[in-house]
């Protein structure tokens, strides 16, 4: 009988011998890699944790004592050991989640999947128990790549402040994030990984500089007599204990018995330790091994034995854009691109290929990336700063007060807006219409397609004194949706036949196929229907109120917020230039959605073209006649341009 069968709860690790939990290592490798490859999710994080979170299980007392997940896409392992080994629905509708979840197990503490938060969550749960008195332990498991995020480093100031007050930092440093892990961080954990040679480096460098003439004797002395000296230069470990933090490490993270030790040492000490665990992301799986870009970090339905997709996937956003990036760069020598550690899933790789003296990865800093951005556009570039529309969230601030007031020509590219569904909650990028609505002089665009991704990034990066948005969705992009007219600056996607038309409904980007859908399920009700396309939805194009008064009523469809996004802006506008026409704004509500693909969330938020023709006959039906309208056709427009 198979040893992860009889795992029910985290004691009953207690009762195996130390190679029974090597052998259950392995299951556990085995049964990830044959249950992820069916559904997908993170594959290579957890499979560079299983002892680390056998470990942690084994030594702490979940859920009394708290563990904690920075990010959370590594807690695989972590629901094997709790009780939850069902992974067929993984990411599904019904399913487990891709992350820790609190409707799923006591043993979730906290189900944000933003990277470098838990160190601030641990800090206020040891603060909680200190002030409680209880003996509760908290645990905080955070990767190297989450350690370039400044959030952390914030976290780890107050936590050091407390010398009396117990709390563990696990990091789990496997030299990645998504891709290898970059910065100065990066160049510190990787000094302690090679410390064995600090005794040879000091006595070359001391032959060597002993004899520099003049200054060579003096500088090592300086050096060598400084509190810590040359030996901070070679293993800074110092940098951890000088904030007043323990350090043990660095630990074998495939060992089970030394993290165990390591870990129980960290148990009784009376304050906060970091215990530095040494991983390998993918561990025990040759494909993904040999998978320099991200050890296979986020996959999809693959074959388990050679690790290539089961299906071949068209065209997606991303690379529409990623492509034309190359594009820009080649034709603009001052296109500048920035990421967040997320080289490759943002669309970079290409780019920073083609020109490596003119990409900035930041880490795991979305507010760094936005002010230097600000600065690069100071100095007289254009920075385009590649980021999930989720992560945006995070440097609101920065794009408000540094690039807006300022006037910079920042391009901000945002990928996976909208629904994105399997991810949940933390991962739709469902608010980011709505929160840039309120800076001023910001532009956003919304493309409806891969051709307009092209176009209106180009329109974007023309701009020069102020920031510009472009926000896409996640996944394949469909064929192109082609405009039958231009008014002002909206395309006309459908024109109604009719002088007197009753719909204006306005689409906003990738929603324009179920626009169109919607328009036919009201022309066979007999309800004659003007589709648009505003592109750039923010500001509100000039045309849009005038447009307005030659319908009866005016609906908004938009993968967003309903609480202040495109529909609400466009109300706004339409009262302020005296039009007073009934609106009806279609999009999402302002709740967090369960994790479930893309279609479902539609359909459970009735954001679908038969709930949203439905809604809008009885609408129109409500109204109590044509009234006087102004007869000017709108299949007059002039022609759609390029």
Known sequence: MPLLTRITGPRDLDRLSLEQLDQLAEEIRTFLVDAVSKTGGHLGPNLGVVELTIALHRVFDSPKDKVLWDTGHQSYVHKLLTGRQDFSKLKMKGGLSGYPSQSESEHDIIENSHASTVLGWADGLAKA??????DDHVVAVIGDGALTGGMAWEALNNIADAKERPLVIVVNDNERSYAPTIGGLANHLATLRTTDGYERFLA???????????????????????????????????????????????????????????LARAKRFGGPVIV?????????????????????HGIGPIHPDTGLPIKASG????????????????????????????????????FADTFPDRIYDVGIAEQHGAVSAAGLATGGLHPVFAVYATFLNRAFDQVLMDVALHKCGVTFV???????????????????????????????????DADQVRAQLREAVDVDDAPTVVRFSKGAVGPAVPAVGRIGGMDVLRAPGTDAPDVLLVSVGALAPMCLEVADL?????????????????????????????????????????????????????????????????????????????????AEIGLTAPDIARQVTGLVAKLDGPGERPTTRIDSAEPARD
Not at 129 to 134: C, W
Not at 317 to 335: A, N
């Open 315 to 350: 065209a997606d956003w991303t690379s529409v854009f990623g492509e034309e990036m190359v594009k820009l760069g080649k034709e603009r020598e001052d296109i500048v691109a920035i990421t967040a550690a997320m080289l490759q899933p943002v669309g970079l790789k290409s």
């Open 276 to 296: 530095h665990c040494l991983t390998e992301k993918g561990r025990g799986y040759q494909p993904a091994l040999q998978d320099e870009a991200d050890r296979f």
């Open 414 to 448: 945002l990928d996976r807006a909208g629904i994105t569904g399997t991810d949940g909650a933390s991962h739709n990028g469902m608010w980011d219409m709505s929160i840039l609505q309120v800076v001023p002089g910001l532009r956003l665009a919304a493309p409806r």
């Open 522 to 602: 009201l022309d066979k009700q007999g309800i004659s229907t003007t589709v648009v396309d505003p592109r750039w939805v923010k500001p509100v194009d000039e045309a849009m109120a005038p447009l307005a008064e030659q319908h009866r009523v005016v609906v908004t469809v938009e993968d967003n917020s309903r609480v202040g996004g495109v529909g609400s802006t466009i109300a706004q506008a339409l009262r302020d230039a005296g039009v007073d026409l009934p609106l009806r704004d279609f999009g999402i509500p302002p709740r967090f959605l369960d994790h479930a693909s893309r279609k479902e969330v539609l």
């Open 204 to 262: 070359r460098g001391k032959d060597l500089l002993e004899r520099t003439p003049v200054v060579g004797k003096p500088l090592f002395d300086t050096l060598h007599g400084a509190k810590k000296g040359l030996k901070d230069f070679i293993a800074p470990q110092g940098m951890f204990e000088d904030l007043g933090l323990k350090y043990v490490g660095p630990i074998d993270g495939h060992d089970i018995e030394a993290l165990e030790s390591a």
């Open 129 to 134: 128990n200190q002030v409680l008195n209880t």
